[in-house]
C-alpha cells in the first residue's frame, strides 16, 4: 500500500548545490505532477507529465528539470539551488482528471 | 486558464460555531472542485469533491460545500467547530479536458478559539 513514495523528506542545501527529489508511486496512473508549497501562496505546479516520455510545465518552472522515462517514477531536479526555492515540495499522482490524487509525504527543502 | 480564489487568508471562529470558508472558480466550463485541509507538519488530506453529481456535497469530519454554478462558487461548511479542526484549508479545481492537473487556492487558516 504505499501508493506514492516521495524522498527525501528534509534536505538542506547550499546555493549552487543541485539535487535530485525522487518520486515513485505504485499505482499505474499516468498523470504525475510537482508541486511546490509557500506560505501565502498555496501550492503551485511546477511541471507535470502525462505519462512515459511526455513532461510539461507548470506554473513555476523555472530552475527545475523533470523526466518521465517509466511510468512510476517522476524525479525533479535542481540544477543550481537558490534561496528562492526553499519550499515544501510535493509529488502527486493523478487519476481521472484529479478526482483521484495521491500525495506524497512532502519534501522541506532549504536553501543557504 | 483555471483560477480559484479563496477569499480570506484567516478565518477564526468560536467552538461551536458556524465555520464558513469561501472559494470561488473562474472558468467558462464548470470544473472539478475540491477541498484539502493540512494540518501542521502534514500532507493534504481530501476532505471532499464535487464531480458533477449532486451539488450538495458531504465530506468527512462534518464538512459539506454546495457547489453555485451562477455564483461560480464553492463554499465549505460545518455546523458547529471543534478545536480539532483547527488547520489550513484549500481549495481546488480540476479541468474537464486538457491536462490532469489540480490548480490550488491560497489557502486559508483556520482557527478555532476556546
Known amino acids: 500500500n504505499a501508493g506514492v513514495t516521495q524522498t527525501p523528506k528534509f534536505q538542506v542545501l547550499k546555493t549552487g548545490q543541485s539535487m535530485t527529489l525522487q518520486c515513485a508511486q505504485d499505482m499505474n496512473h499516468e498523470y504525475m505532477s510537482w508541486y511546490r508549497q509557500d506560505p501565502g501562496m498555496g501550492l503551485r505546479l511546477i511541471h507535470y507529465?502525462?505519462?512515459?516520455?511526455?513532461?510539461d510545465q507548470g506554473e513555476v518552472p523555472n530552475g527545475y528539470n523533470v523526466s518521465r522515462s517509466t511510468t512510476e517514477d517522476f524525479p525533479l531536479r535542481l540544477l543550481s539551488a537558490a534561496p528562492s526555492q526553499t519550499s515544501v515540495y510535493f509529488c502527486v499522482a493523478l487519476g481521472d482528471y484529479g478526482t483521484e490524487a495521491f500525495f506524497g509525504q512532502g519534501t522541506r527543502l532549504t536553501v543557504v | 486558464a483555471q483560477s480559484v480564489t479563496q477569499l480570506g487568508s484567516h478565518v477564526s471562529v468560536s467552538e461551536g460555531a458556524l465555520v464558513l470558508l469561501r472559494c470561488n472558480y473562474s472558468?467558462?466550463?464548470?470544473?472539478?472542485l475540491f477541498w484539502y485541509v493540512q494540518y501542521p507538519n502534514q500532507g493534504l488530506q481530501l476532505l471532499l469533491k464535487y464531480t458533477s453529481a449532486a451539488t450538495l456535497v458531504k465530506g468527512i469530519n462534518g464538512f459539506e460545500a454546495e457547489f453555485k454554478k451562477s455564483e461560480t462558487s464553492f463554499h465549505l461548511t460545518k455546523p458547529s467547530a471543534h478545536m480539532s479542526d483547527a488547520a489550513e484549508y484549500f481549495c481546488a479545481v480540476s479541468p474537464k479536458t486538457g491536462a490532469n492537473n489540480l490548480f490550488f487556492g491560497t489557502g486559508t487558516r483556520l482557527t478555532v478559539i476556546p
Open positions: 507529465s502525462v505519462g512515459a516520455g511526455i513532461t
Open positions: 472558468s467558462s466550463v464548470p470544473p472539478y
